[in-house]
T-cell receptor, first 113, second 118 residues
């Protein structure tokens, strides 16, 4: 099975940097996604990592260590609009489950002025 | 514009009634998924389909049914057997590129349907 763990809640102030961690235990790992979800809305894609290392995209960066089963999402220069839930999702590559994503419970980030 | 549509945005039903949630996509994606989201919970997979006329149960399929007669459409029926149907339901689709350890499967989500059973 899959076991994906991320903190339930985090808070930070505008302009700061925050790091949201995600750990996973899975067989057949095939990449890790981060999604952002505002309350009552659909999740939207932020990043994808399949190889070890850091992927940078503007204010957001995502890191993966496959050997440690660990990823983090780094948000810089926080803005009020970054207040949302951040979902970590692991991709699986085995047989009939090909294409499935396994989601963590999400980390609710609140950005204060 | 390509995308995924779900309708309606809000849906109210009386207990004991079946209700069908629609999901349509014009992205030409092969795979489609239904998730349920409850407050403070992540996304839990109900059913998914990788190809027309075929679908698999997810982690919480009991009390739900689906069909996949067309590539573009993947309706979900919430039956009276589902004990706690009130939730936010999300539909997603993806193109599955590659295979095995080289598979890329970003999922695109619809706007969701909030179902309330009274």
């Amino acid at each position: 099975g899959q076991n994906i763990d991320q903190p339930t809640e985090m808070t930070a102030t505008e302009g700061a940097i925050v790091q949201i961690n995600c750990t996973y235990q899975t067989s057949g790992f095939n990449g890790l996604f981060w999604y952002q979800q505002h309350a009552g809305e659909a999740p939207t894609f932020l990043s994808y990592n399949v190889l070890d290392g850091l992927e940078e995209k503007g204010r957001f960066s995502s890191f993966l260590s496959r050997s440690k089963g660990y990823s983090y999402l780094l948000l810089k220069e926080l803005q009020m609009k970054d207040s949302a839930s951040y979902l970590c999702a692991v991709s699986h590559d085995r047989g009939s489950t090909l294409g499935r994503l396994y989601f963590g419970r999400g980390t609710q980030l609140t950005v204060w002025p | 514009d390509g995308g995924i549509t779900q309708s309606p945005k809000y849906l109210f039903r009386k207990e004991g009634q079946n209700v069908t949630l629609s999901c349509e996509q014009n992205l030409n994606h092969d795979a489609m998924y239904w998730y349920r989201q409850d407050p403070g919970q992540g996304l839990r997979l109900i059913y998914y389909s990788q190809i027309v006329n075929d679908f698999q149960k997810g982690d919480i399929a009991e009390g739900y049914s689906v069909s996949r007669e067309k590539k573009e459409s993947f309706p979900l029926t919430v039956t009276s057997a589902q004990k706690n149907p009130t939730a936010f339901y999300l539909c997603a689709s993806s193109i599955i590129v590659g295979g095995g350890s080289r598979t890329y499967n970003e999922q695109f989500f619809g706007p969701g349907t909030r179902l309330t059973v009274l």
